[in-house]
């Protein structure tokens, strides 16, 4: 092999060198892209859970308002049946 052979692989060798750490450093600047938008989508999820829970607490107590208002129909109902 000559010097100018040996020269161009060099070169070459430099060449594929530099696309591997360029190709290196845009993966990582996607991956950490990534990671971040991971992060906000895990605030995200946790800020709906916690509006999810406190909505979930705040409920109205609709099956508990139903059995309510039939039992009071039924002693109006049997008020007014004793009373006639």
Known sequence: MTTTEADEV???LERLRRSVDVG???TRGDLALLLQR???TDKTLDEHETRLEALERARWPLPSLAALT???ALAV???QAAGR
Request: aromatic content about 14%.
């Open 38 to 40: 991971a992060d906000q």
């Open 77 to 79: 109902t049997l008020w």
């Open 24 to 26: 290196f450093a845009t």
């Open 70 to 72: 039939s039992c009071v």
């Open 10 to 12: 060099a070169l070459e």
